[in-house]
């Protein structure tokens, strides 16, 4: 078969079968009277192999290696050429997530498009004091897509860059929810805990509602800064958690206060106490945390506080009882 038929029936143009033949990929059975190529069945067989190999990404010396080298492991390659592809991905990835953002931005020109380009660098930069100086000058300068904060602050371990980033999602309003919702479920539990912290900071009713999802969630961490916030929100929902992080001495004064804000409502007050007055019914309690909960009892007004407080001052352990006399001594003093 000659050149020009094997180029129409194998879809490979002659000039491509004529590099094949000088690079020694393929070089005809035979030739004609004339002096042209020509290929029989096995060379067509071959140019197919070429193709197929080809196509999977294989440069033509690698091509040529594997169809001729006795010793050629397709294994390796194979992992090889994974290797590769992912990193293509990868890459294609990021440059596609990019111009998403950018074109989320709208830019009004290109003046705008370099400065939303260089905030989004800034912030993905090696250097924790760049990555914090973006996110704050996200929002007063080219405003930088919500989607590429949220991605920022999920996966920040700076502690002032990922305030910064809180802030600067806060200051977004409610745009970002949707994405740090997804992060609530992600499996990492750090970006559990990343998402909660943002969403924490978001005053709207929309982020209240996603706490007290989170609250209700399996993750105990997620579960606390819930509480935490929702506390300081006002939500009784979150007294059972609180309660249980004063008792396991888990940001135990920030849990305090917040169920102290809870107790400014008289309706709540009582329960509150009641529920911190079951944990010393319970009789397993360690001294340390019936301390823990003498403190907390001091910004819990009412008479179950107080008849708490009276029965801690006669506790057997010296230090329990002296914080407890102490609390009831200034309350009684208002």
Known sequence: MLIGDVARRSGVSARMLRHYDSLGLVRPTGRTHAGYREYSSEDIRRIFHIESLRSLGLSLREVGRALDDPGFTPSELVADLIRQTRERIAAETELLARLCRIGAAEPAGWEDVLQTVALLQALGSKSAGTRQRAALSSVDEVPVPVEALVEAALSETDPNVAGALRWALAQSGDDGLALLAEGLGSPAAEVRKRAVQCIAEMPSGKATALLRDALAGPDLVVRRYAALALGARGVADAVPTLIGMIVEETNDVDAADALSVLASRP????????????????????????????????????????????????????????????????????
């Open 267 to 334: 309706e709540l007050a009582d329960q509150i106490a009641a529920g911190l007055a079951d944990c010393l019914a319970d009789g397993t309690v360690e001294s340390s945390a019936r301390r823990r909960l003498a403190q907390a009892f001091a910004d819990i007004p009412g008479s179950a506080a107080s008849r708490a407080l009276t029965d801690l001052s006669q506790d057997e352990d010296r230090a329990v009882a002296l914080t407890a006399a102490y609390i009831l001594g200034i309350r009684n003093a208002r």
